[in-house]
């Protein structure tokens, strides 16, 4: 009689499981079939282009003055991209001046006394700051022919980054301290202030980090490798007399503590041979920190001695984040590989400030070669 009562119990659980189920699979089947169907590239184009519209209508219709509405993409671009006109460099000096009180704010907030005082009027302030960078942003990508070209840039990713952090931190509160991102936009300063020889050393040291990356990476390998290996053998030797010493992972940690010299403390060998091996390990690191000095150095020298070797004297004379890739009618101009400067005279050999002969080319840096788009060139 109780086993005919259990399997009547089972069975009603049977049915009433599969009267739950067997709907919530349909719907999940119905759901999936319908997410998998939507065409994500047309609703994330559609989304761009009704943000786009909003942004257009609150800058051209609420916020700039009326008389200034009327506004040229051509007149946006040469005040924003154009450090070089008055209009330009006084746009990118209070673009600077903003980024600095931003940063400012940003410190403020993160003592306690000013936060517990004054935290509404300071979030307020970050909220301002990120929302005139955000027209900035927008204004930056409305007035260009082939936006993602920015977008995609060295300066077009630090733009966003700059930006994208307040709006995470709607979801994640803690990453509103990474809007101190926005300091990377200072990097503008040397363009525009026309700092040349700044961009000229600059380049030659990003172009001697990108030859040694590989090396580099490569010898951190076998550094990594070492640290584990000689983790385990003291950890072989100290696990028994050394509470510290508390798992293959906690003995890793101190090998990478002492091979670079950092020296916490907080763990330290107590046997003789772990003592013995931790000379091995300190000895080691002060041998090995010349190693990726030397690599970087090297390929400094390898990086100046081949720009004296070219023919044509060619650098990066600016750091350009955009540029305007409009046909040009007739001869292109020239540009001064040593200060920068665009000679507009055709006829023009050499440059009227520095006397350097003038390049038929500027090339970009590797980092905007990287990022750009070139398809589109």
């Known amino acids: ?3 005919e009562k259990t399997n009547i119990f089972i069975k009603a659980l049977m049915l009433l499981w599969y009267c739950i189920s067997h709907p919530l699979v349909l719907l999940w089947k119905k759901l999936s079939g319908f997410f998998l169907g939507l065409n994500y590239r047309h609703i994330g184009k559609r989304i761009v282009v009704a943000v786009g519209n909003f942004f257009h209508w609150l800058l051209f ?3 700039i003055p009326k008389r200034y509405r009327n506004i040229s993409k051509k007149e946006i671009y040469t005040i924003i991209f154009k450090a070089d006109t008055p209009a330009g460099k006084r746009f990118d000096i209070w673009l ?3 980024i600095g009180l931003n940063l400012l704010v940003i410190t403020l907030d993160s003592f306690e006394a000013v936060h517990a005082n004054m935290r ?6 970050e909220w301002v700051f990120t929302l005139i960078f955000t027209f ?6 409305y007035c260009l022919q082939k936006p993602w070209k920015y ?4 300066y077009g990713i630090i733009d966003f980054l700059s930006i994208f952090p307040a709006y995470l931190s709607l979801v994640i509160p803690a990453t509103q301290t990474l809007t101190v991102l926005r300091i990377l936009r200072t990097l503008r300063i040397f363009r525009i202030f026309n700092m040349q020889r700044f961009l000229h050393e600059s380049f030659h040291l990003m172009n001697a980090l990108r030859r040694s990356l590989t090396k580099i990476l490569i010898f951190m390998l076998f550094v990594f490798i070492t640290a584990i290996i000689l983790g385990a053998i ?4 100290e696990h028994d007399k050394n509470p510290a010493m508390t798992s293959i992972p906690t003995a890793i940690y101190w090998a990478v503590v002492t091979i670079t010299t950092v020296g916490y403390g907080d763990i330290s060998p107590v046997t003789p041979m772990g003592q013995f091996i931790s000379m091995i390990v300190m000895l080691l690191g002060y041998s090995i920190i010349a190693v990726p000095t030397g690599i970087v150095v090297g390929e400094t020298i ?3 001695r081949q720009d004296d070797d070219d023919d044509d004297d060619t650098v990066p004379a600016e750091f350009n984040e955009y540029e305007d890739d409009r046909p040009v009618v007739g001869q292109s101009p020239r540009f001064c590989p040593r200060c920068g400067h665009t000679e507009e005279d055709l006829a023009a050999r050499f440059c009227r400030y520095c006397g350097t002969r003038l390049s038929k080319t500027q090339p970009r840096g590797w980092i905007n070669n990287f990022f750009s788009d070139e398809t589109n060139d």
């Open 1 to 3: 009689m109780k086993g």
């Open 61 to 63: 219709k609420v916020l």
């Open 96 to 98: 600077l001046i903003l």
């Open 120 to 125: 509404w009027v300071l979030k307020g302030l």
């Open 136 to 141: 900035e942003y927008y204004l930056r990508i």
């Open 151 to 154: 977008v995609f840039s060295f």
């Open 234 to 237: 003291v950890y072989m030797f």
């Open 302 to 304: 390898h990086e100046y």
